[in-house]
């Protein structure tokens, strides 16, 4: 089953191909470590489902807006904390 485009890939047009992956040998496919970006440290995920027409309106936002779908999430869940009386926690 294919994937449907990722909005991630409109933001270069120049965009290499992807490479042809090699044939796995088992050396290759043993788990491998990554140190976790700068950018996650210190960070939890918070994920949920949305309708498709969500979805495409806030990547469609955060693009004409020039901000990250994150930034969008962090400002409306911050917005959801003030409506509920809490202290926003910020980015």
Do not use: C, W
Not at 16 to 45: D, H, I, L, Y
Not at 71 to 89: C, Q
């Amino acid at each position: 089953m294919s994937r449907k485009p990722s909005f991630a890939n409109l933001r270069s047009a120049a965009a290499p191909a992807p490479a042809v992956a090699p044939v796995a040998t088992p050396a290759a496919t043993a788990p491998t470590q990554t140190a976790t970006p700068a950018s996650r440290q210190g960070r939890k995920q918070i994920a949920g489902f949305f309708s498709p027409e969500m979805s495409f309106a806030m990547h469609t936002l955060a693009r004409r807006q020039g901000r990250s779908l994150q930034a969008l999430m962090a400002e409306a869940f911050n917005d959801v904390l003030r409506k509920h009386g809490e202290s926003p926690i910020g980015y």
